[in-house]
Nanobody
Framework: QVQLVESGGGLVQPGGSLRLSCAASGRIFSTMGWYRQAPGKQREFVADINSGTMTKYADSVKGRFAISRDNAKNTVLLQMNSLKPEDTAVYYC??????????WGQGTQVTVSS
């Protein structure tokens, strides 16, 4: 049984930092990453990383967010710095091996507000 367990969301002031963590179990994944969905908007890509540590980022988070991965623990981290109110969203962990399987976490709320 595949499980993606997220943690690390919360409330932070603008300019602050948060770190999200996603621990996967049940399968091996070639790519792990994060998406987010703000109220009234579609889910959008944030960042991902493959098993060889090649990373991709949405333009909106480049230079502020950093994704990393521990393959031995099947865990992906998202360090979020210089947070802005527009980063407020539910953040979802994604783990997949294209094109064979694709899984989502339950989501964790990130709120950036003073």
């Amino acid at each position: 049984q595949v499980q993606l367990v997220e943690s690390g969301g919360g409330l932070v002031q603008p300019g602050g930092s948060l770190r999200l963590s996603c621990a996967a179990s049940g399968r091996i994944f070639s790519t792990m990453g994060w998406y987010r969905q703000a109220p009234g908007k579609q889910r959008e890509f944030v960042a991902d990383i493959n098993s060889g540590t090649m990373t991709k980022y949405a333009d909106s988070v480049k230079g502020r967010f950093a994704i990393s991965r521990d393959n031995a623990k099947n865990t992906v981290l998202l360090q979020m710095n210089s947070l802005k109110p527009e980063d407020t969203a539910v953040y979802y962990c994604n783990a997949r091996w294209d094109p064979f399987y694709n899984y989502w976490g339950q989501g964790t709320q990130v709120t950036v507000s003073s």
